[in-house]
């Protein structure tokens, strides 16, 4: 079945960007998800893209996507110590069940 | 435009016994899906309700059940309460039936604790 794979920590410099890449196996994803969940809190909606696009920038966000090879980036520019959290990729396999990776915690040093 | 509620926020139960869990919907929103996450880990699909009929499951037993109500509201219920039961339970709504074409947006979850 799909499976979705993210290394489960990212350490940066705050004010240095961050690139948290992910990795699916279903190549019928059609839609492709970045969830944000800090400490205690629900999930929230970063960003989504659709499978028939390169990139998509939002702000301090930029999402990636390599079709070819199932990969799929999040860039958050100019990190500060709110982006702290669990950011987890999400990618729909061929019966739009919603696929989760495991979260890369993103840890800012000051 | 209201987000997603659940109730209540935290709950305490003991082994065995079953638990009734609630989610209002995004206004707008006409599907609802529920998820358990375990500490340290990612959301697990437990099933989703499209028209007041379960539409999805996820690989969960019989004892974890739902509802759905003409308001789009959803109730999860879990019987005979295992320890590995406690987690964060999510409610996610969205539009259209939830063909993985539309975001979810999440509560902030009940964080259930089985003794």
């Known amino acids: 079945g799909e499976d979705v794979e993210q290394s489960l920590f990212l350490s940066v410099r705050e004010g240095d960007s961050s690139v948290i890449n992910c990795t699916y196996t279903d190549s019928s994803s059609t839609y492709l998800y970045w969830y944000k969940q800090e400490p205690g809190a629900g999930l929230q909606l970063l960003t989504y893209i659709f499978s028939n696009m390169d990139m998509k920038q939002d702000q301090r966000l930029t999402v990636l996507l390599n079709k070819k090879d199932k990969h799929l980036s999040l860039r958050i520019a100019d990190t500060q110590t709110g982006d702290s959290a669990i950011y987890f990729c999400?990618?729909?396999?061929?019966?739009?069940?919603?696929?989760w990776g495991a979260g890369t915690k993103l840890i800012i040093k000051p | 435009e209201t987000g997603v509620t659940q109730s209540p926020t935290h709950l305490i139960k003991t082994r065995g016994q079953q638990v009734t869990l609630r989610c209002s919907s995004q206004?707008?929103?006409?599907?609802v899906s529920w998820y358990q996450q375990a500490l340290g880990q990612g959301p697990q699909f437990i099933f989703q309700y499209y028209r007041e009929e379960e539409n999805g499951r996820g690989n969960f037993p019989p004892r974890f059940s739902g509802l759905q109500f003409p308001n789009y509201s959803s109730e999860l219920n879990v019987n005979a309460l295992e320890l590995d039961d406690s987690a964060l339970y999510l409610c996610?709504?969205?539009?259209?039936?939830?063909?993985?074409?539309?975001?979810?947006?999440f509560g902030n979850g009940t964080r259930l604790t089985v003794t």
């Open positions: 996610a709504s969205t539009k259209g039936g939830g063909q993985g074409n539309s975001p979810l947006h």
């Open positions: 206004s707008g929103h006409n599907t």
């Open positions: 999400v990618a729909s396999d061929s019966n739009y069940q919603l696929i």
